[in-house]
């Protein structure tokens, strides 16, 4: 079965709703997206996101799921 394409660009917008899924201190927490930090070369959208707490942190576009 072929995969399905993917447009190119960020997955996410700033003002966008987010959980964190991966493991790690946030997992769980849900905040907005507040920036898209530059990609870096390597295509891996990294962004800041700030929790309903106020603490904001960069995490990477894999560790993210829309709500």
């Known amino acids: 079965m072929p995969l399905r394409a993917r447009k190119l660009g960020p997955a996410f ?3 966008d709703r987010v959980r964190i899924t991966f493991p790690g201190i946030h997992r769980g927490k849900e905040g ?4 898209i ?3 870096r070369g ?3 959208y990294r962004y800041r996101i700030r929790f309903h707490d106020g603490e904001t942190a ?3 576009e894999f560790e993210l799921q829309r709500i």
């Open 58 to 60: 960069n995490l990477f």
């Open 32 to 35: 907005f997206v507040m920036d």
């Open 42 to 44: 390597d295509y891996v």
């Open 37 to 39: 930090v530059d990609h």
């Open 13 to 15: 917008e700033i003002g």
